[in-house]
C-alpha cells in the first residue's frame, strides 16, 4: 500500500534554532517528491520538489534531502523565524495525479 | 497570491441544502484539482480535470458534483451532504495533469460546515 508517514506530528522549538523533519514514503514505483508549507487558513505552497537522482536541494533556510534506497526525505530549517510556524506536508508521487500520496504534515511552532 | 482564488472563504449549510464551490486560475494552466482536507489527515484528492475534461474521480459520493465549464474555471456543487463533509475543500491548478513535476498551486480554500 503507497503511504507516506511524517514525524513528528507536532513541534515547538525557540526562534532562531534549527529543526528537521522527517517523511518516510512506501510509494512505488517512486517518481518524486515535494515539500509543501501550508500556513494556517491558506492552501499549501511548494517549497522544494527531489527527483529520484538528486540527494540535496536548498531553497533559502530549508534543505530537503532524499535517500531512494531507505525511501526517506527530511526538510531542515536553519536559524527559524516566526514566519515558519505552519505544516509542512510532504507529498509523493507514482507518476500520475491519481498516484499523489499526501502526508499528514507536521505542525511546527516557533516561540520567540 | 498564488494566482487561484476560492469563493466562498467559508460556507455553512445545513443537510437538505444545495450549494456550489467556485475556483478560478489566473495562471493559464490546463489541469484543475479538487482536494478534501479535514483535521489531522492527508489531503484527499476527490477530482482532476484536464482541459476540461474530468481525468481523474477518486471515489467520492455522488453528492458532490464538479463541474469545468472552461480550463480557468471549477466548481463544486453540494447537495444534501453529510457533518462528517465539513473540512477545507481546496482548488488547484497546474500547467498539466501529472506527477509532481507540475507544481500544484492551491487556492485558499472554502471552509465548509454541515450543520
Known amino acids: 500500500k503507497n503511504q507516506v508517514e511524517q514525524s513528528p506530528q507536532s513541534l515547538i522549538i525557540l526562534e532562531g534554532k534549527n529543526c528537521t523533519l522527517q517523511?518516510?514514503?512506501?510509494?512505488?514505483?517512486?517518481?518524486?517528491l515535494r515539500w509543501y508549507k501550508q500556513d494556517t487558513g491558506r492552501g499549501p505552497v511548494s517549497l522544494t520538489i527531489m527527483t529520484f537522482s538528486e540527494n540535496t536541494k536548498s531553497n533559502g533556510r530549508y534543505t530537503a534531502t532524499l535517500d531512494a534506497d531507505t525511501k526517506q526525505s527530511s526538510l531542515h530549517i536553519t536559524a527559524s523565524q516566526l514566519s515558519d510556524s505552519a505544516s509542512y506536508i510532504c507529498v509523493v508521487s507514482a507518476g500520475s495525479a491519481s498516484k499523489i500520496i499526501f502526508g499528514s504534515g507536521t505542525r511546527l511552532s516557533i516561540r520567540p | 497570491e498564488t494566482g487561484v482564488t476560492q469563493t466562498p472563504r467559508h460556507l455553512v449549510m445545513g443537510m437538505t441544502n444545495k450549494k456550489s464551490l467556485k475556483c478560478e486560475q489566473h495562471?493559464?494552466?490546463?489541469?484543475m484539482y479538487w482536494y478534501k482536507q479535514s483535521a489531522k489527515k492527508p489531503l484527499e484528492l476527490m477530482f482532476v480535470y484536464s482541459l476540461e475534461e474530468r481525468v481523474e474521480n477518486n471515489s467520492v459520493p455522488s453528492r458532490f458534483s464538479p463541474e469545468c465549464p472552461n480550463s480557468s474555471h471549477l466548481f463544486l456543487h453540494l447537495h444534501t451532504l453529510q457533518p462528517e463533509d465539513s473540512a477545507l475543500y481546496l482548488c488547484a491548478s497546474s500547467q498539466e495533469a501529472g506527477d509532481l513535476l507540475y507544481e500544484q498551486y492551491f487556492g485558499p480554500g472554502t471552509r465548509l460546515t454541515v450543520t
Open positions: 517523511c518516510n514514503y512506501t510509494v512505488s514505483p517512486f517518481s518524486n
Open positions: 495562471l493559464g494552466h490546463n489541469a
